[in-house]
C-alpha cells in the first residue's frame, strides 16, 4: 500500500489534477462523511489529520479517527481505526460516488474532533469526455474564458512592451544623429575660431614686423 501511496504522489502533479482542502468537526459516536463523484482510471490521493486540543500533550484517545473510503456499492477501498493522520492513494475502478468518512469512538460528555482533509485527483487524458459529461459546461467556460483573458492581456503587453522598444530605438537613433551632427558642428566651430587666432596673431606679426 505504501508503495502504491508513493507512486500515486509522485505521477499525480503531472495529471490534470483537482484538488480540495477542508477542514470540519466529527462529533464524538458520529461519522462524517465527504462525497465525491468520480470516475474509472482517475487516480485518488487523500491525506488527513486531526487537530490536537492541546498542542503539544498526547492526543486524547477519544479524539483518534475511524477513516474508510467506500465505492456507493458499498465496496471498501480504505481503512483506518483509531489513528490521528494518514494518507491513502488508489486508481478508481469504477465510476460512480466515493465517500471518505470519519468518525470517533463515542463518549460522554460529547466533544467535537477537529479534522484537516487534503483530497487530490487527477485525470488521465483519456478520461476528459467523461468529465464534461459529469461536470459543469458552464464551470468550464468560465474558465475558459478567465483564461483566454489572461491570454489576451498577456498579448496585449507584448504589443505594449514591442511598441515602446521600437520606439524607443528610433529614439536613440534620433538621439545618436543629433549628437553626431553637434559633434561635427563644434569640430567645425573650434577649427574656425583656431583659424581666425591664426590669421589674427599673424596679422599682429606682420604689422609690428615681427615675422
Given at each position: 500500500?505504501e508503495v502504491g501511496?508513493?507512486?500515486?504522489?509522485?505521477?499525480?502533479?503531472y495529471l490534470?489534477?483537482?484538488?480540495k482542502?477542508?477542514?470540519?468537526?466529527?462529533?464524538?459516536?458520529?461519522?462524517?462523511?465527504?462525497?465525491?463523484d468520480l470516475?474509472?482510471?482517475?487516480m485518488?490521493v487523500?491525506?488527513?489529520?486531526v487537530?490536537n486540543?492541546?498542542?503539544?500533550?498526547?492526543l486524547?484517545e477519544h479524539h483518534?479517527?475511524?477513516?474508510?473510503?467506500f465505492h456507493?456499492?458499498?465496496?471498501?477501498l480504505?481503512?483506518?481505526?483509531?489513528?490521528?493522520?494518514?494518507q491513502?492513494?488508489?486508481?478508481v475502478?469504477?465510476?460512480g460516488?466515493?465517500?471518505?468518512c470519519?468518525a470517533?469512538?463515542?463518549?460522554?460528555?460529547?466533544?467535537?474532533?477537529?479534522?484537516?482533509?487534503?483530497?487530490?485527483?487527477?485525470v488521465?487524458?483519456?478520461?476528459?469526455?467523461?468529465?464534461?459529461?459529469?461536470s459543469?459546461?458552464?464551470a468550464?467556460?468560465?474558465?475558459?474564458?478567465?483564461?483566454?483573458g489572461?491570454?489576451n492581456?498577456?498579448q496585449?503587453?507584448?504589443i505594449?512592451?514591442r511598441?515602446?522598444n521600437q520606439?524607443?530605438?528610433?529614439?536613440n537613433m534620433t538621439t545618436?544623429?543629433?549628437?553626431?551632427?553637434?559633434?561635427?558642428?563644434s569640430l567645425f566651430?573650434?577649427?574656425?575660431?583656431?583659424?581666425?587666432?591664426?590669421?589674427?596673431?599673424?596679422?599682429f606679426?606682420e604689422?609690428?614686423?615681427?615675422?
Amino acid at each position: 500500500m505504501e508503495v502504491g501511496l508513493a507512486f500515486f504522489i509522485v505521477i499525480l502533479p503531472y495529471l490534470s489534477t483537482i484538488a480540495k482542502s477542508i477542514s470540519f468537526n466529527v462529533e464524538s459516536g458520529v461519522s462524517k462523511c465527504i462525497t465525491e463523484d468520480l470516475i474509472i482510471k482517475s487516480m485518488i490521493v487523500g491525506e488527513y489529520w486531526v487537530v490536537n486540543p492541546n498542542e503539544g500533550q498526547p492526543l486524547p484517545e477519544h479524539h483518534k479517527i475511524y477513516v474508510g473510503v467506500f465505492h456507493e456499492t458499498e465496496r471498501r477501498l480504505y481503512d483506518a481505526r483509531g489513528v490521528e493522520s494518514g494518507q491513502f492513494g488508489f486508481e478508481v475502478a469504477l465510476d460512480g460516488k466515493h465517500n471518505a468518512c470519519f468518525a470517533t469512538i463515542p463518549h460522554e460528555p460529547a466533544v467535537n474532533t477537529s479534522v484537516d482533509f487534503n483530497w487530490r485527483s487527477a485525470v488521465a487524458v483519456q478520461a476528459w469526455p467523461k468529465v464534461v459529461k459529469k461536470s459543469s459546461v458552464d464551470a468550464m467556460e468560465l474558465e475558459l474564458n478567465k483564461m483566454e483573458g489572461t491570454v489576451n492581456w498577456i498579448q496585449e503587453e507584448m504589443i505594449y512592451l514591442r511598441q515602446r522598444n521600437q520606439q524607443m530605438i528610433k529614439q536613440n537613433m534620433t538621439t545618436n544623429s543629433i549628437m553626431g551632427w553637434s559633434s561635427l558642428a563644434s569640430l567645425f566651430l573650434c577649427l574656425s575660431v583656431a583659424g581666425l587666432q591664426i590669421w589674427h596673431l599673424k596679422s599682429f606679426f606682420e604689422k609690428k614686423k615681427i615675422l
